[in-house]
């Protein structure tokens, strides 16, 4: 920010600074006051600048060879020459204008270029969008706010906001994001600087945040909370402590080190509080005497020390190199120190993709060659970025993972972070492996002292390749393999002598054999499928060795989230949404046939455990039975348990369930895989869709009459369905548009033409949903018709219960005359089962794999999917290369919002949604293809004069909550939907058919993101009311949605910004709303600073959400 002609001019930089850090835009105000002179910016900051200037006139060069004609805009004189020098190339048609000056009062910005596109506007038939060059591997929110403000001042020029902007990052690929996806976002930000600039607060003081790595206050900021003696010192304390400290008059390092011990303090656990306490304690203490000083925790059953195996001559000492500003990342050395026969290191480098690949598969198979000659070794680390980038590039190459399994299974990874975490603290004011060398080594005294510095000298070297430099990292990095080994000794020097080593038993499984030959096999058919191979057909061939082995690597994290959680304490259950900590028996086991059943009681937690769950026993990772009831309101959970398996504890914690059986869809996956290879004439339709070919019809024009008269016919799209050629077809269905009215007629006509229909989802639930439609329409046809469903009779909630449709519990007792089956993947990937369907119809396909596709779709020659990929989506929990993680539909549509007309059919109308809130769905989420239906407008609330001010009688109310330090718990905002929910059962509404209705709890839907809310709105509601997360009320609909959203903060998010700003959740929850939907949220979560251009474009939804809010 600087003053021109007495006005304050802004740019894209003075947004960020203030986004990431109002401390430094204060700063940087006092420099533009002439108040303070501006620091110095760092040299890896610099070296950045210089790279990425360097990728700007690259690409301006590749630009001028390819014949582009380009117009470049000097880099002297004013923002305002410059600026009319730019117009005059915009009005001129130039095709490409290179550092385009951009001005309108009050900002400015200099766009790297401006490409001229067809699209009319002011200028003539043409106009311009922004394009930036970018050293990063991938786009970020960053970049997407810089070109939104560019893509606004290119509207002031020619009248059009552009219709897109693009990124070309570091490896030349092209990222293009329409500025719609940061709009909203943009407008709230600038909104609340142009606030705080008019009134900044002087009295802000400096944090630590994730803009200190590039800020060029930082320095200034360390050295004030050193003078203040500000509690930011402590290692690894927390805003929301610091906040909760002083509001105790605990306000600076030396108070806290001097507070009593028994003190208690609001809002901090006692322990919380003694950690701290003595982290405080150790550091004042190494400021006054100058020593260092440690103090032992207590000990805990498989934490801390007793992480630590027995030590052994052969153990290996490990640490990586990477460098984040190649394009996709780069790990560039792995390092490996040991002293089998005195001190040796081991140097592997990769300075590119091919490079780093072939380093991993030669540090691996050192791994495994050393620990058979040494089998009681263990490979040692400082930290988890070791481990993590080993998961990472064994799924992104492929390659070697067994072998990363092997270490992760046999506990071979050592952390020593773990083991100083858990079972000591120390003097210094952070817990880096840095900062523990003073304990144990003299200082270094190599040139790089640290990974930023390795970064900068890696790439010094990029530009000179002096292998000099090369030598200063392996050196720095044979250091921190050294310092990991003494960090070793060291703690082995203060390791309490009584405690137990750690030792980690695994069993060769009884079937080795077994799995080694089928390897061998799968092996061979992905070498079959590849080949020699180029191009798409090489890169579709390479997708479907990817599936063959999807379920392993799927299954793979949800082993390893289970050996890690083994030794976890009960609170790190408790805060693990995937567990059920510290359970309590609270009443005798009682007895049902031949199993107990055993009753607890367990604290307030968010968890993903169910009813039918089969969790494991954290403890021994023995099977506690089945979870037979759960009630997170009331904190109960029963367990059933067979008694050869014996009673179970007392006390106990829960792990997610094993893995489930899944051989047979692998199977299912190698059978297309071999009749890929052989090109046998089976799995036409699978082919297709793999090769992503659009979908064959008799009629040829079949999808395009679909879409002729303007709006959807069924009686044409059932004509579209029956005419499918050994293919697969995508009917898209968005809130309330009858996708399983339609679905169900189209099964209808189906069945009645003689053809055998297959249906099946990734649930029981969905299945059975859509079953019910078509017995439904069979009835009020008037036809009947003889159909199955493969269920489970000791799972009620699996079974149909249908006139036509009946329940069996095994696959055999499926006959000829059953025209209709219906079943999970489990099901239809039976070889049994091999093209025995006509259709294949699978419902909320969003949520279905694409390896499960494959698994399923070998029973059908056709294959319908049905759903929405903008609802819930896919639950994935493996790393998967290519695009062999995906879901089926996210495969199809390679990230549209809304299927393309010559790929499948959309259901434009919905059936529920009053226009108002139509139009925001439409346009925030399916590219503005949704239309209401004209009766919808009547939908409506009759407000009485006393209702409560906040409702409306139609459309969407955002309600800000000012509120601090919740994260899944909001009384604010609970007590406000308390009121809300008294008003709205005093009122009447319209439907559609404009008969009027009063009120009821049926008619209001509460939901949250956080289970924890929605026990605490249970209790303070009705008992009637409706009360759920979205999960639960997907498919579900109701005049009223009230929406808590809960989170105060970023400080106080418990879980990813992904999971509470999901457009696909708020997309579900907004959606359940016929007349009205009330959402509730605090105004601090439009400010949530983002990483990613997701995490962006999820939050500018939300400001899209409350600019939606139009009162009359």
């Known amino acids: 920010m600087w003053f021109n002609s007495g006005e304050m001019v802004l ?53 001028k060879a390819s014949g582009r004609q380009v117009v470049e805009i000097p880099a002297t004189g004013s923002i305002a020459e410059r600026s009319d020098l730019t117009v005059k190339a915009m009005k001129s048609g130039a095709e490409v204008i290179y550092q385009a000056a951009l001005y309108s009062k009050p900002w400015h910005g200099y766009s790297d270029f401006l490409i001229r596109q067809k699209t009319p506007s002011k200028l003539g038939n043409y106009s311009y969008f922004p394009l930036d060059t970018k050293l990063k591997k991938t786009a970020t929110a960053d970049h997407l706010i810089q070109l939104g403000i560019y893509a606004d001042l290119i509207e002031s020029v020619q009248g059009v906001l552009p219709a897109e902007v693009k990124i070309i990052l570091g490896d030349q690929s092209a990222v293009t994001i329409p500025p719609a996806s940061v709009v909203y976002y943009l407008r709230e930000a600038k909104s609340r600087l142009a606030g705080f600039l008019k009134s900044p607060d002087r009295s802000l003081e400096p944090e630590p945040c994730r803009h200190c790595s590039l800020c060029r206050w930082k320095d200034e900021c360390e050295n004030i909370w050193v003078d203040d003696d500000h509690l930011w010192q402590v290692a690894n304390i927390r805003k929301t402590q610091i906040l909760k400290l002083r509001e105790a008059g605990i306000n600076t390092l030396t108070q806290l080190s001097e507070t009593e011990e028994n003190i208690k303090i609001p809002g901090l656990s006692g322990e919380t509080f003694q950690k701290l306490r003595k982290q405080a304690v150790l550091q004042k203490q190494k400021t006054v005497t100058g020593k260092n000083e440690y103090y032992l925790l207590p000990e805990s059953a498989g934490r801390g020390f007793q992480r630590l195996p027995k030590p052994d001559s052969g153990d290996l000492f490990f640490d990586m190199e990477g460098d984040p500003l190649y394009p996709e990342g780069l790990e560039y050395l792995f390092g490996v120190f040991h002293r089998t026969a005195g001190d040796k290191f081991l140097a592997f480098w990769g300075h590119n993709p091919d490079e780093e690949k072939k380093a991993f598969e030669e540090t691996m198979a050192f791994f495994i060659s050393h620990l058979e000659k040494h089998p009681a070794a263990h490979i040692y680390h400082y930290n988890h970025y070791e481990e993590t980038a080993l998961k990472r590039l064994s799924s992104r190459y492929a390659t070697c993972e067994d072998e990363v399994d092997f270490l992760l299974r046999h ?102 054999e077994e799995i080694d030959k089928l390897k061998a096999e799968q092996l061979a058919l992905q070498q079959s499928l590849v080949g020699d191979t180029a191009g798409h057909e090489r890169k579709v061939r390479e997708l479907v060795s990817y599936l063959c082995d999807f379920h392993r690597r799927e299954q793979k994290p949800q082993w390893w989230k289970i050996f890690s959680l083994q030794g976890a304490t009960d609170e790190e259950l408790i805060d693990d949404r995937e567990c059920v900590g510290a359970l309590q028996l609270i009443a005798e086991p009682r007895v049902e046939k031949n199993s107990y059943i055993c009753e607890y009681r367990f604290p307030i937690q968010e968890t993903k455990r169910r009813k039918g769950d089969k969790p494991l026993i954290a403890e021994n990772l023995q099977s506690a039975g089945t979870i037979v009831f759960m009630d997170p309101a009331s904190q109960i959970i029963e367990l059933k348990r067979g008694k050869r398996s014996g009673l179970l504890p007392n006390c106990l914690s829960l792990l997610p369930p094993q893995p489930i059986a899944d051989k047979v869809l692998r199977n299912a996956i190698k059978r297309f895989a071999g009749s890929y290879v052989n090109d046998d004439g089976r799995f036409t339709a699978l082919k297709q869709f793999i090769e992503c070919q659009p979908p064959c019809f008799t009629n040829e024009s079949s999808l395009q009459e679909v879409y002729e008269s303007g709006t959807i ?27 399983t009215f339609h679905s169900a007629q189209i099964i209808l006509a189906l069945l009645k033409a003689g053809k055998r229909v297959g249906v099946s989802s990734n649930s029981h639930k969905a299945i059975i949903n859509l079953l019910h439609g078509i017995e439904k329409a069979a009835d009020k ?137 139509c139009n925001f769905i439409s346009q925030a989420v399916y590219d503005g293809r949704l239309r209401a239906h004209r009766d919808n407008a009547k939908q409506s609330l009759l407000l009485q004069p006393d209702a409560h001010p906040e409702l409306k009688e139609h459309g969407i109310s955002f309600i800000p909550v000012e509120h601090s330090g919740c994260s899944q718990m909001s009384e604010p905002e609970g007590e406000i939907i308390k009121e809300l929910f008294a008003s709205l059962l005093q009122q009447k509404y319209c439907d559609r058919n404009g008969k009027t209705h009063a009120m009821t709890a049926e008619n209001i839907l509460v939901i949250s993101p956080y289970n924890v809310q929605v026990n605490y709105l249970k209790s303070i509601l009705p008992a009637e009311a409706r009360v759920g997360t979205v999960d ?81």
């Open 781 to 917: 046809d008037g036809f009947r018709f003889s159909g199955v469903k493969k269920s489970d009779s000791d799972s009620p909630e699996t079974m149909v219960n249908g006139n036509m449709i009946r329940d069996v519990d095994k696959k055999d007792e499926i006959n000829r005359d059953d025209m209709l089956i219906a079943g999970t993947a489990w099901l239809f990937a039976d070889p049994g089962f091999e093209e025995i369907c006509d259709y294949l119809f699978v419902d909320e396909a969003g949520q279905v794999s694409l390896a499960n596709l494959i698994s399923m779709g070998v029973a059908a020659r056709n294959i319908v999917l049905i759903g929405d990929q903008m609802q819930l989506s896919q639950p994935i929990q493996g790393s998967h290369p290519g695009e062999s993680g995906n879901s089926a539909l996210d495969y199809l549509l390679k990230g549209r919002a809304t299927v393309p007309a010559d790929r499948g059919i959309f259901l434009d109308t919905t059936w529920r949604l009053h226009p108002d809130i």
């Open 411 to 512: 506990g071979r990874l050592v952390d020593l972070y773990k083991v100083v975490r858990e079972g000591l603290m120390v003097s210094e004011p952070g817990y880096s492996i840095k900062n523990l060398e003073s304990f144990y080594m003299e200082k270094r005294s190599g040139d790089v002292k640290n990974a930023a510095q390795s970064i900068v000298v890696y790439e010094h070297w990029r530009r000179n390749n002096d292998p000099a430099l090369l030598q200063e990292i392996e050196d720095y990095n044979y250091d921190d393999c050294k310092s990991t080994a003494l960090c070793l000794d060291w703690l082995l020097s203060i390791r309490p002598g009584r405690m137990p080593w750690y030792e980690k038993t695994f069993e060769k499984p009884e079937n080795a």
């Open 713 to 739: 016919n069924p009686a044409v799209v059932l004509k579209t369905v029956s005419s499918l050629q050994n293919s697969v077809l995508f009917i898209q269905g968005p809130p309330g548009c009858g996708k």
């Open 1032 to 1112: 639960k009320f997907q498919g579900q609909e109701a005049e009223v949605v009230l929406i808590s959203m809960v989170t105060s903060g970023i400080d106080e998010l418990p879980r990813d910004i992904e999971f509470l700003f999901s457009r696909n959740r708020l997309n579900v929850a907004v959606s359940r709303a016929r007349s009205l939907a009330v959402i509730l949220a605090s105004p601090r979560l439009l400010e949530i600073p983002c990483a990613t251009v997701e995490q962006l474009s999820l939050v500018n939804t939300l400001c899209h959400l409350k600019s939606c809010d139009k009162r009359e």
């Open 11 to 63: 740019s894209p930089n003075d947004l960020l600074t203030f986004l990431g850090c109002k401390y430094a835009s204060i700063q940087d105000l006092h420099v533009a006051y002439g108040q303070k002179t501006k620091p110095e910016i760092s040299e890896d900051v610099a070296i950045i600048q210089d790279a990425g200037l360097k990728h700007e006139k690259a690409y301006l060069e590749s630009l």
